[in-house]
């Protein structure tokens, strides 16, 4: 279970991650930070202090976000994430296209 706060809307759409981003619910995820990105495009900011779990689903559903937001000129920036799960973005090289913070 995961789940999606949304912490502020300027001046960038910060969003607290909770929980577990897996297949189950990764489409989910997805519309819920779209939609909101849609009414109000601006960077993108995930603050992951407690997100527990993601799997390769996940991964590909940030990587499409990314794209989203890159074609309007704006950045993804994800902070505060576990080193456990750091390390899947590093392995996957996903650090060097999508600023990672702590």
Do not use: W
Request: aromatic share 8%; glycine share 4%; with cysteine.
């Amino acid at each position: 279970m995961q789940e999606l706060t949304l912490i502020s809307r300027t001046p960038e759409l910060c969003f607290g991650l909770s929980g577990e981003i897996d297949s189950q619910n990764a489409d989910e995820f997805f519309a819920a930070v779209s939609e909101e990105y849609r009414k109000n495009p601006s960077d993108l900011v995930f603050d992951c202090a407690k997100l527990a779990f993601i799997d390769s689903t996940t991964l590909g559903t940030f990587v499409k976000l990314l794209k989203r937001v890159k074609e309007k000129g704006h950045v993804m920036k994800l902070k505060n994430l576990q080193p456990r799960l750091k390390k899947l973005f590093v392995i996957c090289a996903l650090d060097t296209v999508m600023e990672i913070e702590g």
